[in-house]
């Protein structure tokens, strides 16, 4: 009831310790954290806003889904903690997460109209130096 490249992995297995969780080619993810995203049914290029997105890895899927395709998207992940967000932060960089947003805030009374221009800005794209 998964996408395809959903795996289930016996707790025999020490995910971090494979080659490839090394070089971040997979990850581990608990099958309800996929199943409340795939659930979204993120279309490419769409804008998606992850409140309490700590640690992120719920962030990094939306991050996929919203770019797949050749409208990319972004996802915005807003947290009440600052060293959380630090995690998620670490979690992008190390996955690709070229097209996520993370700031501070409170989910209550967060305005996604503040982040407008650096919106903007992000979607311009960087120049190869």
């Known amino acids: 009831w998964l996408p395809h490249h959903v795996?289930?992995?016996p707790k025999t297995v020490f995910l971090s310790q494979s080659a490839l969780h090394k070089s971040a080619a997979i990850v581990g993810m608990d099958a309800a954290s996929v199943a409340?995203?795939?659930a979204l049914d993120i279309q490419p290029g769409a804008n998606v806003l992850?409140?309490?997105c700590c640690p992120g890895m719920k962030l990094k899927?939306?991050?996929e889904l919203a770019k797949a395709g050749p409208s990319s998207g972004l996802a915005l992940g807003v947290d009440v903690s600052l060293s959380r967000l630090y995690v998620a932060r670490a979690l992008?960089?190390?996955l690709g997460g070229t097209n996520t947003i993370l700031a501070l805030g409170d989910g209550t009374?967060?305005?996604?109209?503040l982040l407008e221009q650096d919106?903007?800005?992000r979607r311009t794209p960087a120049?190869?130096?």
Request: proline share 4%; glycine share 0%; with cysteine.
């Open 7 to 9: 795996y289930r992995i």
């Open 36 to 38: 409340s995203v795939v």
């Open 50 to 52: 992850d409140l309490c």
């Open 61 to 63: 899927l939306i991050s």
């Open 92 to 94: 992008a960089a190390r």
């Open 109 to 113: 009374n967060f305005d996604p109209k």
């Open 119 to 121: 919106i903007n800005i």
């Open 127 to 129: 120049k190869q130096q």
